[in-house]
């Protein structure tokens, strides 16, 4: 599955963007999606993950509240609604696939550039 994230911008503190990520391939509704951040001279940490049905979603405590992912499944499409946004929620942010079989997330997309100012 290819994947293709968009969406990002610059926003001030406070204010709302929606990721958008659109996988190419088969079987997109078989694939758990998960997006996660890698801000500037920091390592990539995960931000939420949804299951293939859309019935289970975990976030990082950081995000937690603020930041809501779903999927169409009709569309192959995840996306990561985000409000209250804060500076420190600056950084690329970068969605990924996986399996039910695979251990980690081989699939990845080529990351969109949110910037929080204050």
């Known amino acids: 599955v290819q994947l293709q994230a968009s969406g990002g911008g610059l926003v001030q503190a406070g204010g709302s963007l929606r990721l958008s990520c659109t996988a190419s391939?088969?079987?997109?509704?078989?694939?758990?999606l998960g997006w996660f951040r890698q801000a500037p001279g920091k390592q990539r940490e995960f931000v939420a993950t949804?299951?293939?049905?859309?019935?289970?979603?975990y976030y990082a405590d950081s995000v937690k509240g603020r930041f809501t992912i779903s999927r169409d499944n009709a569309k192959n499409t995840v996306y990561l609604q985000m409000v209250s946004l804060k500076p420190e929620d600056t950084a690329i942010y970068y969605c990924?696939?996986?399996?039910?079989?695979?251990?980690?997330?081989?699939?990845w997309g080529q990351g969109t550039q949110v910037t929080v100012s204050s």
């Open positions: 990924a696939a996986r399996r039910v079989s695979d251990s980690d997330y081989p699939y």
């Open positions: 391939g088969r079987a997109f509704s078989s694939y758990s």
């Open positions: 949804i299951n293939s049905s859309g019935g289970y979603t």
